[in-house]
């Protein structure tokens, strides 16, 4: 939509009503306003003309559908950081025990199946290579990868709790 009048035109006419369902949606002023301004800076650079009749249908989908987004990644970045949470082991072992740890931890990483599940904890831990890349070049999807190193870390628990 390259005319700057009938944007700013909308603008005037849609922005509370997409910015309301924005805050429905998200629970964030800020957020919300990202979203709505974004969804006006995409139309800026679009070529295609919005009718009038449609106009308020288009702009409050593409809001919805926006904030859907928004929420979706965030629930799968919520569910990262409680596998992160789960992984944290804070016990302190004796220096004596730290290499028969190690080796048992190793032996278990070793033992993983499918092997998938190695390269992935590899990959991540050794490497520090995040799950989008990780993801990127095992040619599956973020979730796949978080659902695969649940899974291997499962299997070392029960692993080393049987040591």
Not at 15 to 22: E, G, N
Not at 50 to 58: I, S
Not at 119 to 127: E, L, V
């Amino acid at each position: 939509m390259t005319d700057q009048s009938k944007l700013e035109k909308l603008f005037r006419q849609h922005y509370r009503q997409m910015y309301r369902l924005a805050t429905i949606l998200l629970h964030d002023d800020a957020e919300s306003k990202d979203v709505v301004h974004d969804i006006f800076a995409h139309l800026l650079d679009d070529s295609k003309d919005l009718k009038e009749e449609t106009a308020e249908h288009y702009l409050l989908t593409c809001v919805r559908n926006r904030c859907l987004n928004m929420i979706r990644s965030q629930k799968i970045q919520e569910r990262v950081e409680h596998l992160y949470l789960l992984d944290l082991d804070t016990t302190i072992l004796p220096t004596e025990r730290l290499d028969e740890e190690l080796k048992a931890l190793q032996k278990g990483i070793a033992q993983l199946d499918p092997p998938i599940y190695q390269d992935i904890i590899m990959q991540h831990y050794r490497d520090g290579v995040t799950f989008k890349e990780i993801a990127i070049r095992q040619g599956v999807s973020e979730t796949t990868v978080y659902k695969h190193l649940r899974r291997a870390l499962n299997q070392l628990r029960t692993h080393l709790n049987n040591k």
